[in-house]
């Protein structure tokens, strides 16, 4: 896993989250127009990329919570306090429910950076095509 700050590194790096925005002809508006399609497919392989990460840190704690707080619990029931136990497990799966959306909080941030650029890339996309439409 590369983490969420290696992605808006990646994103910052590679200019994506930027887009300078100037046609003076059809020839060039086209051209701009391509790169805006390229641009956006690269922000969604990304975005692809972190939702497979969000999906597996999802899955290892879907795995912890099985089995969270088993062994207090199992000691509190066999000592007669079964409502001890249940909250004890209840108290386990919810801190890793809080630790695992502290975990996926930075990639959700990322994700809106993303989807924030793929929202402005298709008003400039919709503003190119109507002065190709104009000039054509």
């Known amino acids: ?5 290696y992605y808006k ?3 910052i790096a590679d200019g994506l989250l930027e887009f300078e925005m100037t046609a003076k002809s059809v ?3 086209k051209l701009l127009r391509k790169k805006i399609v390229n641009q956006q497919k690269r922000l969604r392989q990304v975005k692809r990329q972190i939702n497979l ?6 899955a290892n704690y879907r795995a912890k919570t099985g089995a969270a707080g088993s062994g207090g619990s199992f000691l509190l029931s066999l000592l007669g306090s079964r409502r001890e136990a249940g909250k004890w497990r209840a108290d386990a799966k919810r801190s890793l429910q809080k630790e ?3 975990k996926l909080k930075p990639y959700d941030q990322v994700k809106l950076m993303i989807d924030d650029m793929l929202v ?6 919709l503003q190119t095509d109507q002065y190709i ?3 054509s």
Not at 1 to 5: H, L, V, W
Not at 53 to 58: A, S, V
């Open 9 to 11: 590194k990646k994103l």
């Open 53 to 58: 990460e969000m999906t597996e840190i999802r």
């Open 133 to 135: 439409d104009e000039e």
């Open 100 to 102: 695992r959306d502290k």
């Open 27 to 29: 020839a060039k508006a």
């Open 1 to 5: 896993m590369n983490g969420a700050k």
């Open 120 to 125: 402005q890339l298709d008003g400039a996309k």
